[in-house]
């Protein structure tokens, strides 16, 4: 099984909201990743866990707060974010070894902030 | 410095054509280059990955070209077909050191938005 599931599929929120992404995946991975997307763009990377551990974080703003309470979940934490913040948010996994481990991408949250 | 710069940024080609996309790197410290395919509301998957020791590598109709002297690989498609239509990503992933683990830190270029026409 090479699945990464996300929920929710579609989020519209408002700016003073407080919401959660949820991804999930059973491949024993250990890297677990979150990006941004924006239309027409390439995925930009915003946060890497490693061993349930924050690797990266791609300064991104502190109104996104990851989580990674499990080796098979991971969490973004939405709260007080703006207009400009509507993207397509992925989620990804992949074993932790060499650079050439193959990321296996979930089919994202499409978020709407108002 | 990072950077995967990608062309074309669109391509239309005939049902049974051939399709190119060409990606050129600067940093010769990557050593590994693998193509993604993203649909439409999906999540990019890997298609087709090579390493700078092979000049080409084909998968069924997928195969990549890579010029390591001139800093590029392409990505050609034969025999296109209408459910090849899809966004096409390069990438090259860097090493990179967090929390004494290794992982790949995926560069992307801009994406290349492929129609095949029946």
């Known amino acids: 099984d090479t699945e990464v599931t996300q929920t929710p599929k579609h989020l519209v929120m408002g700016m003073t909201n407080k919401k959660s992404l949820k991804c999930e995946q059973h491949?024993?991975?250990?890297?677990m990743y979150w990006y941004k997307q924006k239309a027409k763009k390439p995925p930009e990377l915003m946060f890497v866990?490693?061993?349930?551990?924050?690797?990266i974080n791609e300064s991104v703003p502190s109104r996104f707060s990851p989580e990674c309470p499990n080796s098979s979940l991971l969490n973004l934490h939405l709260h007080a974010l703006q207009p400009e913040d509507s993207a397509l948010y992925l989620c990804?996994?992949?074993?932790?070894?060499?650079?050439?481990?193959?990321?296996?991408f979930g089919p994202g949250t499409r978020l709407l902030v108002l | 410095q990072q950077q995967v710069k990608q062309s074309p940024q669109s391509l239309i080609v005939q049902k049974g054509g051939i399709s190119i996309i060409n990606c050129a790197y600067e940093?010769?410290?990557?050593?590994?280059f693998p193509w993604y395919q993203q649909f439409p509301g999906k999540g990019p998957a890997l298609l087709i990955a090579i390493r700078p020791d092979v000049s080409e590598k084909k998968e069924g109709r997928f195969t990549i070209s890579f010029n390591k002297s001139a800093k590029q690989f392409s990505l050609h498609i034969m025999d296109s077909q209408p459910g090849d239509s899809a966004t096409y990503f390069c990438a090259a992933p860097r090493a990179s050191l967090g929390g004494g683990t290794s992982y790949g830190k995926l560069t992307f270029g801009q994406g290349t938005i492929l129609t095949v026409h029946p």
């Open positions: 990804a996994s992949s074993q932790v070894g060499t650079a050439k481990e193959t990321q296996y």
């Open positions: 491949m024993g991975h250990r890297a």
């Open positions: 940093n010769t410290a990557f050593d590994y």
């Open positions: 866990y490693s061993y349930e551990k924050l690797s």
